[in-house]
């Protein structure tokens, strides 16, 4: 499946809804080491979902195209190191 390439988000900063451009994607809760189990969470025909570990509620909005809003809550398992160093400049 997708889970791979599905984006990632997180709510670290501790909003009560993330909005989201995808409908398919992995939610880690917060950033690690404070990150709950990854798990896929797919809105299928509904345009929204609740995380159930850290219950997140995430609202799609096609308009994001893939992004979030806040932006923050993205986030990119391959390059976290990076995006988070150049956030703490
Ligand atoms: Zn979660």
Do not use: W
């Not at 993330?18 to 797919?42: N, S, W």
């Not at 990119?76 to 988070?84: D, E, L, R």
């Amino acid at each position: 499946m997708a889970t791979s390439t599905a984006p990632h988000f997180h709510n670290q900063p501790g909003v009560p809804q993330v909005r989201v451009g995808a409908k398919e994607f992995m939610c880690i809760g917060a950033l690690p080491p404070l990150d709950h189990p990854h798990i896929f969470i797919d809105m299928g025909a509904d345009a929204d979902a609740i995380c159930p570990y850290c219950s997140t509620r995430y609202v799609y909005d096609a308009a994001l195209g893939g992004a979030c809003e806040p932006a923050e809550c993205v986030f990119a398992p391959s390059t976290g190191k990076a995006a988070a160093a150049s956030a703490r400049i």
